[in-house]
């Protein structure tokens, strides 16, 4: 037991949001190569249904929408064919709305020792 405070809320959806943001900055060096692409596209998809799981968690389902966005463009099963700076810009709003959802969604935490009972 510690004499530090605890935090009144968690973020769990904040170091999927940092990675999906990483991920997608990577992926603009592959976006020519396609077999290296698919796994940029894997990884976006999946951390972007992580990060959907940890909004409907949170009760906050209006960021489930710009997810569920990020992970059907970014779906490796039926890749669609997007190219150009459309998809470069994609790349960069993506990220953004990784970083924004994992900042904003917030759970309190069951462990808060500095609530008044």
Not at 35 to 61: D, E, H, N, P, T
Request: aromatic share 12%; with cysteine; glycine share 8%.
């Amino acid at each position: 037991m510690t004499s530090y405070p605890t935090p009144e809320y968690r973020r769990p959806a904040l170091a999927p949001g940092i990675l999906g943001a990483i991920v997608l900055f990577a992926g603009l060096a592959l976006l020519d190569n396609a077999g290296g692409y698919l796994f940029i596209r894997f990884a976006v998809s999946i951390l972007a249904l992580i990060m959907c799981v940890f909004s409907w968690q949170a009760k906050q389902w209006w960021w489930i929408i710009a997810l569920l966005a990020i992970a059907v463009l970014w779906n490796p099963v039926v890749p669609l064919a997007l190219h150009g700076q459309g998809w470069v810009a994609l790349q960069f709003v993506g990220a953004l709305v990784f970083v924004v959802v994992g900042i904003l969604v917030k759970v309190k935490n069951p462990e808060d020792r500095n609530r008044r009972r």
